[in-house]
């Protein structure tokens, strides 16, 4: 895909993503990484069908998601969904999480009645080890820790049976412990239910405590990508081995 945009001070063209081709499928871990306006979130916007590509196109099984009919879209916003960075906005402060968590489940017919929506609530926070779940339903998000706040947000992507996460800069504003156990439980569903993720982060150390494969992105580029284990153990591009340099705790790799 290609993505540019009109210049911010008027004239040019700026383009956020060039030629990038990124491969995700459930199960795996795949985490992009790069510097600042390196086209990051752009290219996680044109996953997430949310802006259209200048060039190239996103496909689900081979299907160019623009050519999709409405309900085939429908499913495709179910199957790809997005977790954010928990700012103020990605959750509703007036909404107590079995509703925040229920309302998407009913939207998208995922179960139906009070009681079977409630089921599907518990199970997902669960999945995400907010448990007893009862404990959790009724809170309201500033009854929540931001790691809990987090995790509520995963729930409620889970919920909804997706095969793959786009999740950018999901854990980057949690204190490093917390940061630890959201990740953990991230990447146990890739077992448990078999999601695969699109992971963007500026954080080479979580990249290589959970990633399967890495895309290496510079001003809009992959310059490199590669299983996780090679990547840094053997980086070929300057960029990744500036990248990797930069990260001190990141010297060789102790725990493949
Ligand atoms: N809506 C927009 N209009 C104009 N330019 C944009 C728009 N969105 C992104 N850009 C530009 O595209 C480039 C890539 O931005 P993007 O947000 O994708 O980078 P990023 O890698 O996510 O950065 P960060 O790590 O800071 O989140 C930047 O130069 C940015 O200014
Ligand atoms: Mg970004």
């Given at each position: 895909?290609?993505?540019?945009?009109?210049?911010?001070?008027?004239?040019?063209?700026?383009?956020?993503?060039?030629?990038?081709?990124?491969?995700?499928?459930?199960?795996?871990?795949?985490?992009i990484?790069?510097?600042?306006?390196?086209?990051?979130?752009?290219?996680?916007r044109?996953?997430l069908?949310?802006?259209?590509?200048?060039?190239?196109?996103?496909?689900?099984?081979?299907?160019?998601?623009?050519?999709?009919?409405?309900?085939?879209?429908?499913?495709?916003?179910?199957?790809?969904?997005?977790?954010?960075?928990?700012?103020?906005?990605?959750?509703?402060?007036?909404?107590?999480?079995?509703?925040?968590?229920?309302?998407?489940?009913?939207?998208?017919?995922?179960?139906?009645?009070?009681d079977?929506?409630?089921?599907?609530?518990?199970?997902?926070?669960?999945?995400?080890g907010?448990?007893?779940?009862?404990?959790?339903?009724?809170?309201?998000?500033?009854?929540?820790?931001?790691?809990?706040?987090?995790?509520?947000?995963i729930?409620?992507?889970?919920?909804?049976?997706?095969?793959?996460?786009?999740?950018?800069?999901?854990?980057?504003?949690?204190?490093?412990?917390?940061?630890?156990?959201?990740?953990?439980?991230?990447?146990?569903?890739?077992?448990?239910?078999?999601?695969?993720?699109?992971?963007?982060t500026?954080?080479?150390?979580?990249?290589?405590k959970?990633?399967?494969?890495?895309?290496?992105?510079?001003?809009?580029?992959?310059?490199?990508?590669?299983?996780?284990?090679?990547?840094?153990?053997?980086?070929?591009?300057?960029?990744?081995?500036?990248?990797?340099?930069?990260?001190?705790?990141?010297?060789?790799?102790?725990n493949?």
């Amino acid at each position: 895909m290609t993505k540019s945009f009109r210049g911010r001070r008027g004239g040019g063209q700026v383009v956020a993503v060039r030629e990038a081709t990124l491969r995700a499928e459930p199960g795996q871990f795949v985490a992009i990484v790069g510097e600042s306006g390196s086209g990051k979130s752009t290219l996680a916007r044109l996953l997430l069908d949310l802006i259209p590509a200048t060039g190239g196109s996103v496909e689900l099984d081979g299907k160019d998601v623009s050519r999709l009919t409405r309900a085939e879209r429908r499913e495709y916003r179910r199957r790809v969904q997005a977790v954010l960075q928990d700012p103020a906005g990605s959750l509703n402060p007036r909404k107590r999480v079995e509703q925040t968590i229920g309302e998407v489940v009913r939207l998208h017919k995922i179960a139906r009645g009070r009681d079977a929506i409630r089921q599907k609530v518990t199970e997902a926070l669960e999945l995400v080890g907010m448990e007893p779940a009862e404990r959790f339903l009724d809170r309201f998000p500033h009854e929540l820790s931001g790691g809990q706040r987090q995790r509520v947000l995963i729930a409620r992507a889970i919920s909804l049976d997706p095969r793959i996460i786009v999740a950018d800069e999901a854990v980057s504003a949690l204190d490093a412990s917390v940061k630890a156990g959201v990740l953990r439980v991230m990447a146990d569903l890739t077992q448990t239910i078999g999601v695969g993720y699109v992971f963007i982060t500026h954080d080479l150390p979580v990249v290589r405590k959970v990633a399967d494969y890495v895309y290496v992105m510079k001003s809009g580029d992959i310059v490199e990508e590669g299983p996780k284990d090679r990547l840094f153990a053997d980086p070929q591009h300057p960029y990744t081995r500036t990248l990797l340099a930069a990260s001190p705790e990141l010297a060789p790799l102790e725990n493949p």
